[in-house]
């Protein structure tokens, strides 16, 4: 979905997008606004269901389901594995986050992801990543090349002042 708000916002199509931080090529300006924790997910009667917190490197043995390339949370997860040396056996692709969950509730794999509420009511079991620390930035995005309405900038400003 990054990629997609990052083409909208370079189309001009909107004036900001909130997504994982674009690539330097873009010549976006990107403000961090809240950070996600990354958690593992794994179907209740996985192997690692009993535990609360694992290191990465422990979930090598099992098939995960990752985001697409495409994705803003790939090149998160792919650091991750690349910063402990590892390449995971990745089962299955998908964009959305909750088709994510819901591949992980059946029982398709084990995958990391951002924390969110959904996981709660889901058939499935939220662990702790001890190692490498890991969360992801949701930024506010914009082009300071292009004009940018008062009322966007009022919104801008406002979310700025928040510090959520």
């Given at each position: 979905m990054t990629q997609t708000l990052l083409d909208g916002l370079a189309a001009r199509e909107f004036d900001l997008a909130f997504c994982s931080k674009p690539p330097e090529r873009m010549n976006l300006a990107a403000v961090a606004v809240q950070r996600q924790e990354l958690v593992l997910i794994v179907p209740q009667e996985h192997p690692l269901a009993g535990r609360t917190g694992v290191d990465l490197a422990e979930t090598l043995p099992y098939p995960q389901i990752f985001f697409e390339k495409s994705s803003g949370m790939r090149p998160v997860v792919d650091q991750m594995f690349e910063s402990i040396g590892a390449s995971p056996q990745i089962a299955y692709e998908t964009e959305e986050d909750q088709v994510i969950a819901g591949l992980v509730a059946r029982g398709f794999g084990i995958a990391v992801v951002p924390y969110m509420e959904l996981l709660l009511?889901?058939?499935?079991?939220?662990?702790?990543?001890?190692?490498?620390?890991?969360?992801?930035?949701?930024?506010?995005?914009?082009?300071d090349n292009v004009f940018m309405p008062p009322a966007v900038r009022r919104f801008r400003q406002f979310v700025l002042d928040k510090n959520f």
């Open positions: 009511k889901l058939d499935l079991k939220i662990l702790k990543i001890r190692s490498p620390v890991c969360e992801r930035g949701l930024f506010m995005v914009h082009d």
